[in-house]
């Protein structure tokens, strides 16, 4: 049973959308590959923007500072520091949810960290509309996500010029 079991986990990533996946697959995982889709092609975006366009900037290639905990990004540290912020339905609109590869997301601060994120935006409820079962950020929540190729610590604000 969970050899069978095992067979139907997708890693799924930006480069192969055009793969949608099926209705027995399991998501676990999404990205963006860096040589598409990078801090120097990308459309800047505040994070209002990407909160209020929604589903309009769906495959768009985007970059947006925000707060990085976990596995969201916020508009402000001290929603991205609060209990759950990552869960809690209460924060829908007020975080962007990201999906990276393991390399990014074993570096995920637990405390929200002033961040670029780049990436190619999504929606947790049409993103992978066939699947069985979604892992990660969508697994809990719902809303605005960012497959992400790239994330870039921003300087603290006392050393911006």
Not at 72 to 81: V, W
Not at 121 to 150: F, N, R
């Amino acid at each position: 049973m969970v050899v069978a079991a095992s067979a139907l986990w997708t890693t799924a990533s930006a480069q192969t959308a055009a793969d949608p996946a099926g209705s027995q697959d399991i998501i676990v995982g999404a990205w963006s590959d860096p040589a598409k889709c990078n801090s120097t092609n990308a459309l800047h975006l505040s994070f209002d923007a990407i909160i209020k366009q929604g589903p309009k900037l769906n495959g768009t290639c985007v970059a947006v500072e925000g707060f990085w905990a976990v596995r969201a990004l916020f508009k402000r540290a001290s929603d991205g520091n609060e209990k759950k912020s990552n869960s809690s339905h209460s924060f829908r609109g007020r975080r962007i949810g990201i999906y990276a590869r393991e390399q990014i997301l074993e570096r995920a601060p637990q405390r929200a960290t002033r961040s670029t994120v780049v990436g190619i935006v999504g929606q947790c409820d049409t993103e992978w509309p066939d699947a069985m079962m979604i892992l990660g950020y969508c697994h809990y929540t719902g809303g605005p996500l960012i497959k992400v190729s790239e994330i870039v610590p921003s300087l603290p604000s006392s050393t911006k010029h």
